[in-house]
């Protein structure tokens, strides 16, 4: 489809921009790319060329595709490995300037042809949406970007600008009487809404998909839980929590690595407790090596906060079938029941998770800032979290304060990386080699002759 006559479907409703794209001159900055670690090699340098393509103008409200068409990676694929058709997958940042702030995250699918070794690097095309909040003209200053290469093992590029960047493209946007309000879609991503508590004993509709709860003028009553009482509607017992992005940092068998993952809380009461259910939007690791069925055990430790404080406890089944090498991971539904230690206004967010498969674990720990997904309002139980007060012996990776021991956690570090089968342990062993003498070197950004040379 042209670029000319982008028609974007949002929620159900057609929306056409009329207007012709903004075909910027081509960007080109010095650009410093990190290989993965379990490469060992150190960072190398080279120079990216971008063009953004964007509506060259737009009214307030409107929500216009950004494009991103990598010219020239800063990588050759080095003489060592031919990439396989449909292994590369980009993502990255373009900085919003003038009439907008903050950044639009990009992300390409994993589409490339087959790329042999000694050639050029081809990255599909990135796309982001963008909603414009306010008239005047703005800037799309093209960043960082990273690279994934799912084979034959998943192993990561991280890309960032070594200078200042002139702008990409520019939007020239005029005032349509009366334009919503909103920020940026990031890659296509959605977040969810918060849920309100409702208001002076008026009625809840208990937080519904992506939006907040209205409350009413109705008076009496008090609130409680998100609901109320006093001649209104039932209180609610189902909460949804807001999806948020969580930047994982995990530790494997075969090295560490950097995966960013959308997470849900959701929450349902029963009785003085509430059972809680973990939803991820993406994967947040690939597959080492072929793994048999009901072989793969996930888990987390739901960080409490607010009035309340310690971890909850929540696992997830295992495989139903077997994952072959390469393919995502993919994290089922966590369960687990949130027993309050403290009544007041309790947070929920994403904890520490741990994998186990093939007789090893995984633990991927967020950042210390981890977003909140769910708040609650909640009422002491007897034998409930530590209430306010952090026990020293609770940590994510620990087993839970209150929660319960599940499959078998890790007994208090972070990165355990046990093994009851040293025959897998082998096979993993024998992959990870394969990538340090082989595959770490697929995006060395320089010629592997000059890598031997330095050896």
């Known amino acids: 489809m042209s670029a000319a006559g982008v028609a974007l479907m949002l929620g159900g409703a057609g929306i056409l921009l009329a207007a012709s794209p903004a075909q910027a001159a081509e960007v080109s900055y010095a650009t410093e790319c990190i290989p993965p670690p379990i490469s ?8 990216t060329k971008v063009q953004i393509t964007a509506p060259a103008e737009a009214k307030v409200g409107d929500e216009v595709e950004v494009v991103w068409k990598t010219v020239q990676a800063a990588s050759k694929n080095p003489d060592v490995l031919d990439l396989q058709k449909d292994t590369v997958k980009p993502t990255g940042t373009i900085t919003l300037g003038g009439a907008a702030s903050g950044e639009l995250k990009m992300e390409g699918p994993r589409q490339n042809p087959p790329i042999p070794k000694n050639s050029p690097m081809i990255l599909p095309d990135m796309k982001g949406t963008l909603k414009l909040e306010k008239a005047g003209e703005v800037t799309l200053t093209p960043g960082a970007y990273g690279i994934n290469v799912s084979k034959p093992i998943s192993t990561d590029t991280r890309c960032s600008p070594k200078e200042t960047i002139q702008a990409g493209a520019r939007i020239k946007v005029k005032d349509g009487g009366g334009g919503t309000s909103g920020g940026t879609s990031s890659g296509g991503t959605t977040s ?36 109320t009482t006093g001649g209104g509607d039932p209180a609610p017992t189902d909460f949804q929590g807001k999806e948020v992005e969580v930047a994982y940092a995990c530790k494997t068998p075969i090295g560490d690595k950097n995966a960013v993952s959308p997470v849900r809380i959701d929450a349902r009461k029963n009785g003085g407790n509430y059972d809680l259910t973990v939803k991820f939007s993406k994967s947040v690791m690939d597959s080492p090596a072929d793994i048999p069925a009901d ?9 409490l906060g607010g009035a309340d404080k310690g971890f909850v406890h929540v ?29 007041g206004r309790a947070t929920l967010s994403p904890g520490v998770l741990t994998v186990k498969a ?83 070197a697929v995006f060395t950004f320089t010629p592997w002759q000059r890598l031997r040379g330095t050896r």
Do not use: R
Request: charged share 10%.
């Open 192 to 227: 969810g809404g918060t849920t309100s508590g409702g208001s002076n004993g008026g009625t809840t509709s208990g937080g519904s998909n992506g939006g907040t709860t209205s409350g009413g003028t109705t008076s009496g009553g008090t609130t409680s839980s998100g609901g």
């Open 40 to 47: 060992g090699l150190p960072p190398v340098q080279g120079t």
């Open 358 to 440: 093939l007789g090893t674990t995984t633990t991927c720990t967020p950042p210390a800032d981890v977003p909140v997904s769910l708040e609650l309002d909640t009422a002491a139980q007897p034998g409930g979290a530590p209430g306010g007060t952090s026990t020293g012996g609770g940590t994510a990776s620990g087993g839970t304060s209150g929660g319960t021991g599940g499959t078998g956690g890790t007994s208090g570090g972070l990165a355990e990386t046990g093994a009851e089968d040293t025959g897998d342990l082998h096979a993993l062993a024998l992959v990870a080699g394969t990538v340090i003498l082989l595959g770490g």
């Open 315 to 343: 696992e997830g089944p295992t495989n139903k079938e077997p994952i072959k090498s390469g393919d995502p991971i993919d994290i089922p539904d966590l369960t687990g029941t949130y027993k309050p230690g403290a009544s």
């Open 295 to 303: 072989s793969v055990e996930p888990s987390m430790e739901v960080e």
